[in-house]
T-cell receptor
């Protein structure tokens, strides 16, 4: 069965510092990986997906099949990046997503 | 923009009560999902549905059932609420025809079972 692991429940950085939120997955097939974000008092929403290979709000994530990882990175964190971040995996045979445990990111001034 | 509406923001129920959580989406999405969100455990899939009157068990279906009589509405039912079902419940919808098939979430229902 597929599984997503986010090893850090809490991550705290200072404004302007680089940030990396870790995500590891286990799935023997060809996965699709996503990052979802929930800002305070807002709905959970899609941040980015690996297939798009895009940068959203300065965040990027590269799928590393060898290490089965999909870490989220931003070179210079901003206070407005403070949020809960979830990594998610979709198996190509269906539409359901499997989410990780989440990482609460706090960017301090 | 897609709107996923959950009928209640907060609910307080007693152990043993039958609880209904309602979710409505307005974008004609085929797929609908119920997750529960718990600190340290993330989002866990309870049930999902790919079409009207269809339902599939997720990862933690025990103690729950669902109903999808109309395409826009997906109801989660707790047959006999227990304290370990105290949680934030999130409904989501998606369309398999969309290019990115992203999930659109409701604002959540915080359920407390006393």
């Amino acid at each position: 069965a597929q599984r997503v692991t986010q090893p850090e429940k809490l991550l705290s950085v200072f404004k302007g510092a680089p940030v990396e939120l870790k995500c590891n997955y286990s799935y023997s097939g060809s996965p699709e990986l996503f990052w979802y974000v929930q800002y305070s008092r807002q709905r959970l929403q899609l941040l980015l997906r690996h297939i798009s290979r895009e940068s959203i709000k300065g965040f990027t994530a590269d799928l590393n099949k060898g290490e089965t990882s999909f870490h989220l990175k931003k070179p210079f964190a901003q206070e407005e990046d403070s949020a809960m971040y979830y990594c998610a995996l979709k198996v190509t045979s269906g539409s359901r997503l499997t989410f990780g445990e989440g990482t609460q990111l706090t960017v301090n001034p | 923009d897609v709107k996923v509406t959950q009928s209640s923001r907060y609910l307080v129920k007693r152990t043993g009560e039958k609880v209904f959580l309602e979710c409505v989406q307005d974008m004609d999405h085929e797929n609908m999902f119920w997750y529960r969100q718990d600190p340290g455990l993330g989002l866990r899939l309870i049930y999902f549905s790919y079409d009207v009157k269809m339902k599939e068990k997720g990862d933690i279906p025990e103690g729950y059932s669902v109903s999808r009589e109309k395409k826009e509405r997906f109801s989660l039912i707790l047959e006999s609420a227990s304290t370990n079902q105290t949680s934030m419940y999130l409904c989501a919808s998606s369309s398999p025809a969309a290019t990115n098939e992203k999930l659109f979430f409701g604002s959540g229902t915080q359920l407390s079972v006393l």
